[in-house]
Structures are given as C-alpha cells and as structure tokens.
C-alpha cells in the first residue's frame, strides 16, 4: 500500500494524477501547509525540505518500505513501479525524463515565484515593494509558455510520442494561467494540449483527491507567515524546533 502526504496543489496534484491513471492502490494523508504541518518533526523525516508531496510505499523494492520526496522523483518511481507512462525504449526515456526535468527545474519554480510575487503578494506586501519580482516572474512565465507552445506545435504530447509523466507533470501548473499573468489564448498549442489532459477521467478523478481542503481565497496572515514569512524561513534543527 502506498502513504501519500500531499496537499491538493500543483505538486500534490501531479502524483495524484499518476496514482489514478495507474489505478495503484494509495491512501492520501493531508499535509495541511497553511497550518504548518510540513515542519511536523515525523513529516521532516520524509520530506526533509518540508514540502508536500511526500510518498511512503509500504511494499517497496524487494519488498522494503521505501520513502521518497520530490514530485519528479515521486513519478518516476511510479513509472518503474507500475511499468506505465515512461518509455521502455532508451532515446525515448531520454526525451521524457528531459521535459520531466524541464517542469521541475523551470515551470514549477518559476511559476511558483510567480504566483507568490503576482498572485498572492500584493495582499501582503505594498505593490511597489513587489514590481520587480512580478515583472521577472511573470515575463518569466510567457517565455516558457512560448518555449512549450512552440515545441508542442507539431507535437500532440510533451514527450516520446505518448502520454507520460512528463505531461502529468506539467499539466497541473498550467490549470490556472492568470495565477502568472498568462493569457492561455495567446499559446493555443498549450490550450490544446492542455484541454486534452483535462478530459482524462483520471484527471479529472485527481483533481478531486484531497479537495475539500482546497480554496482559493486570500491567505491569512498566519498562513503567509508560515508558507512565504519568518516561519517558513525559521532556521531549525533535526527535530523541526526552531533555534
Ligand atoms: N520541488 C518540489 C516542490 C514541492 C512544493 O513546493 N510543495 C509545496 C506545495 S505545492 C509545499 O509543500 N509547500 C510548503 C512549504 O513551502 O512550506 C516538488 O516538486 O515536490
């Protein structure tokens, strides 16, 4: 059985996505970040940069329990595990793991910044204070939707010819275009692309996964301590205290 400590996130939702398009059996634990429960001591353990998703797979390789953080590293150990959703053949694994690469290191951080400086920001902090991060970030954001719209051109998935881990990757940080100050028109390769992963039941069974905990409404002051102030910021020792 498979422990998944998630939060009903972009991230969150990428292994949720695979967890269904598999049909693994998994249970999904709430990792309520808005309270701080990422700095949980048994939750540092697993997930020692106290981000969600963390994954327990209680039949492992071997049959040992094994843990794991990252998202990426989250999917790629369901796509050995399962066999599914990652090419057998080597130039086409390849091409996956570099546009799975592609989503951690630049759409997931850039968009990322772009939702705390664009999105969320300005009801923390004075607009002017912000200027610089919003236009770095969200310029950032319509660069790489131009680099995936034109890539996606004459392509129907990221990917290897096929529906993989790559897309699943993808696919959740691009639901809410005007969260970076995108306007999903303007990239119409992405719009297809995007609203064709959209449809998939599995998909769709997903994005329900831990929803009832989700909401997008403004943080409170305590949440945006803990997940962009001193809080999250806070150096700590092994246990997750505060020193
Ligand atoms: N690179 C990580 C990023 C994970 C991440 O940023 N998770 C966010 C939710 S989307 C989180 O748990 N934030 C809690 C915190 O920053 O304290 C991954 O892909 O798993």
Redesign the pocket.
Known sequence: MIDLYS?P????HKVHIMLEECGLPYRAHPVV?GKGE?FQPWFLKISPN????AMIDRDGPGGKEISL????AILFYLAEKSGRFFPTELLKRHDCMQWLMFQ?SSI?PML?QAHVFYKYGPDHHPREKLEVGIERYVRQANRLYNVMDLHLADREWFAAGAYTIADMAVFPWLRMPSFHGVEIDGYPNVKRWRDAIAERPAVLHALEVLKSNNRFVKHSDEEWD??FGAT?FAHRDASGKIV
């Open positions: 939060w996130t972009s991230n969150g970040i990422q106290n981000k969600t998703p953080f990252e998202s990426g951690m997931g990322g803990i997940q999250q």
